[in-house]
């Protein structure tokens, strides 16, 4: 919901940066379509398809134009999958992944190898018979890895003794 309301899979065109929140930078969309559901787990089959409705959009773009594609970051189940659907959809030269501070919290690197090898929703469905062939034959991108900017939550709550 960074630029349209919430429950729509977007495509946008910026011609400036966006330094604001979100409710402040709500944008007309090149191309939308609504999802129905505020997370995609409701759905997930509907949910690729409405992706793939929306990158082919870009597809009919210039190709000149770059593509910045925010996804939502849950780091396991469903959200892993569809985080290797939209990988192999999209087919990127890189990818950027923001660590949090809490190990716990963090997908693991999300390589070549990462995403050639794990099972999406729609995506790799049977394993593979042979890894490094598969390897091989995904689109291969560059993984950057990030420290969030997000400063520690210090702990408030009070510790209460009997």
Not at 36 to 44: N, V
Request: aromatic share 8%; charged share 20%; proline share 10%.
């Amino acid at each position: 919901t960074e630029f349209s309301p919430p429950a729509t899979l977007s495509l946008h065109i910026l011609k400036q940066p966006i330094l604001e929140p979100p409710f402040c930078h709500q944008k007309h969309a090149t191309k939308m379509v609504f999802y129905g559901e505020t997370t995609p787990s409701y759905d997930p089959s509907l949910y690729v398809k409405c992706l793939k409705f929306i990158i082919e959009a870009y597809q009919e773009l210039d190709p000149m134009l770059p593509l910045v594609v925010n996804t939502m970051g849950f780091p396991e189940g469903v959200g892993v999958m569809l985080l290797i659907d939209t990988i192999h959809l999209v087919k990127p030269d890189i990818v950027v992944q923001i660590e949090s501070f809490n190990k716990a919290a963090n997908l693991p690197p999300v390589t070549h190898e990462f995403v050639a090898l794990e099972e999406g929703w729609m995506c790799n469905k049977t394993p593979a018979k042979d890894p490094a062939q598969k390897i091989e034959e995904t689109h291969q991108h560059e993984l950057i890895l990030l420290p969030t900017l997000v400063i520690q939550r210090r702990d408030f709550s009070f510790k209460l003794k009997p």
